[in-house]
């Protein structure tokens, strides 16, 4: 099959499209052409790459049709931020394309009311981003199931892997905190420290991609969640870090007010985004009807990224 991957030079798409080419599809990656592939891989010399701006060609409504023009059988699209967006593309490509896969997020719920979170769960999305997409989501989920456009929904929770520094046990991407919790340091964590967060390794997400592919019958029209197989909370993340380095975790909690006055002010905005959220979802769907199966629990997917992070001289180690 001709697969299309908008978006395919990003972290997911540095695992998915190799992954692809190796099951014999003939793969075309959509880009800016302003990113490399976070890892060099011979399949890359294989696949034909398009310079496409999005942004610039919806505007001019051209998009859709330039996607439609490759004639693809399958098009991933992993950087649909909008409702609009998704309709101008699902307009182009009704009738041709066999499936359509997006990539959502399980920020798409806001607060769950019981966990581990199921796709059934009502959506209660806060923040332009979580309810952006679960708008795409309702809208593609409406169209595969009453218009019969064979759309598939995978919603991955804080990817991470080698090349992508994680969401740290603070609940932000300050790598301070994690060389702080790697010299014996104190941190500071929100409240008690049990809300959580809920990691896949970004091989794992691309592995959902080509499961959904592969078990179209029943993917098509769906949600599944794609996240590690389970969550973490911020207390048991940091003091596993700082484990890991030989060192006891030196934890201090403090209420949100004062934890937001003792961070910068972007961390706590991006603390308490994802503690609001306390993301914990469940694979049992994407089990069940796809075959996902992750390989990385969560704690092993920040651990490569961080070892990629500490070799690449991002984080260092002192004193």
């Given at each position: 099959?001709?697969?299309?991957?908008?978006?395919?030079?990003?972290?997911?798409?540095?695992?998915?499209?190799?992954?692809?080419v190796?099951?014999?599809?003939?793969?075309?990656?959509?880009?800016?052409?302003?990113?490399?592939?976070?890892?060099?891989?011979?399949?890359?010399?294989?696949?034909?790459?398009?310079?496409?701006?999005?942004?610039?060609?919806?505007?001019?409504?051209?998009?859709?049709?330039?996607?439609?023009a490759?004639?693809?059988?399958?098009?991933?699209?992993?950087?649909?931020?909008?409702?609009?967006?998704?309709?101008?593309l699902?307009?182009?490509?009704?009738g041709?394309?066999?499936?359509?896969?997006?990539?959502?997020?399980?920020?798409?719920?806001?607060?769950?009311v019981?966990?581990?979170?199921?796709?059934?769960?009502p959506r209660?999305?806060?923040g332009d981003?979580?309810?952006?997409?679960?708008?795409?989501?309702?809208?593609?989920?409406r169209?595969?199931?009453?218009?019969?456009?064979?759309a598939?929904c995978?919603?991955?929770?804080?990817?991470?892997?080698?090349?992508?520094?994680?969401?740290?046990?603070?609940?932000?991407?300050?790598?301070?905190?994690?060389?702080?919790?790697?010299?014996?340091?104190?941190?500071v964590?929100p409240?008690?420290?049990?809300?959580?967060?809920?990691?896949?390794?970004?091989?794992?997400?691309?592995?959902?991609?080509?499961?959904?592919?592969?078990?179209?019958?029943t993917?098509?029209?769906?949600?599944?969640?794609?996240?590690?197989?389970?969550?973490?909370?911020?207390r048991?993340?940091?003091?596993?870090?700082?484990?890991?380095f030989?060192?006891?975790a030196?934890?201090?909690?403090?209420?949100?007010?004062?934890?937001?006055?003792?961070?910068?002010?972007?961390?706590a905005?991006?603390?308490?985004?994802?503690?609001?959220?306390?993301?914990?979802?469940?694979?049992?769907?994407?089990?069940r009807?796809?075959?996902?199966?992750?390989?990385?629990?969560?704690?092993?997917?920040?651990?490569?990224?961080?070892?990629?992070?500490?070799?690449?001289?991002?984080?260092?180690?002192?004193g």
């Amino acid at each position: 099959m001709h697969v299309a991957v908008i978006g395919g030079t990003g972290h997911v798409g540095t695992y998915l499209v190799p992954e692809l080419v190796a099951l014999g599809h003939e793969v075309t990656v959509v880009s800016r052409g302003k990113r490399h592939p976070y890892h060099d891989h011979p399949a890359w010399r294989t696949v034909k790459h398009v310079t496409i701006d999005r942004d610039a060609d919806e505007k001019r409504a051209e998009f859709g049709p330039k996607i439609r023009a490759l004639q693809a059988d399958v098009v991933i699209d992993m950087i649909c931020f909008s409702e609009d967006s998704a309709r101008h593309l699902v307009d182009a490509l009704r009738g041709q394309v066999q499936h359509f896969l997006h990539c959502g997020t399980i920020w798409i719920y806001g607060p769950s009311v019981s966990v581990p979170a199921t796709e059934d769960q009502p959506r209660r999305p806060f923040g332009d981003y979580g309810i952006q997409k679960a708008a795409i989501e309702a809208y593609l989920l409406r169209e595969a199931r009453q218009n019969g456009f064979p759309a598939t929904c995978l919603h991955p929770g804080h990817i991470v892997g080698p090349g992508w520094p994680p969401i740290n046990p603070q609940g932000n991407l300050n790598l301070e905190v994690f060389l702080q919790l790697m010299r014996g340091e104190e941190v500071v964590l929100p409240n008690l420290g049990m809300e959580t967060l809920h990691h896949v390794h970004a091989a794992d997400v691309a592995q959902s991609f080509i499961k959904a592919m592969l078990n179209w019958s029943t993917a098509v029209g769906e949600s599944f969640h794609v996240v590690s197989p389970a969550a973490l909370t911020l207390r048991g993340y940091a003091e596993a870090v700082a484990a890991r380095f030989g060192q006891e975790a030196k934890l201090r909690y403090v209420g949100w007010e004062e934890f937001r006055k003792l961070v910068d002010e972007r961390d706590a905005q991006a603390t308490y985004d994802h503690i609001a959220h306390s993301p914990n979802a469940s694979i049992d769907k994407a089990r069940r009807l796809i075959g996902y199966n992750p390989r990385y629990p969560s704690l092993q997917a920040i651990f490569e990224s961080l070892d990629w992070l500490i070799e690449q001289g991002k984080i260092v180690i002192s004193g």
